[in-house]
């Protein structure tokens, strides 16, 4: 089994910059692919932006340019470096992982989610 614990949401203006964190334990050996997705009030959850082991990434389009995935393979935590926040970027983001390389909803590991709130 694998863990992800998320952290680094908040409140922030429309405009600000916020950092989010997930640290995975356990059995991280086998975590292949790692990355975010959010999900907002009566909306479906989407993808943000992914990463592989090898540093591979993929964004949304309503979040490319203003977000950045980066990942530190020795301390097995990824990161999502939100810039130039809009009010529609809020949601709750979860940190998610996948043996294979490739993220979706029926990947197997989840965090518990955290709350990003931009205000306009």
């Known amino acids: 089994q694998v863990q992800l614990v998320e952290s680094g949401g908040g409140l922030v203006q429309a405009g600000g910059s916020l950092r989010l964190s997930c640290a995975a334990s356990?059995?991280?050996?086998?975590?292949?692919?790692m990355g975010w997705y959010r999900q907002a009030p009566g909306s479906q959850r989407e993808l943000v932006a992914t990463?592989?082991?090898?540093?591979?990434?993929n964004y949304a389009d309503s979040v490319k340019g203003r977000f950045t995935i980066s990942r530190d393979n020795a301390k097995s935590t990824v990161y999502l470096q939100m810039n130039s926040l809009k009010p529609e970027d809020t949601a709750v983001y979860y940190c998610?992982?996948?043996?294979?390389?490739?993220?979706?909803?029926?990947?197997?590991?989840w965090g518990q989610g955290t709350q990003v709130t931009v205000s306009s």
């Open positions: 990463i592989t082991r090898g540093g591979s990434t």
């Open positions: 998610a992982a996948d043996t294979g390389f490739l993220l979706n909803l029926a990947s197997q590991y």
């Open positions: 356990g059995r991280i050996w086998s975590i292949n692919a």
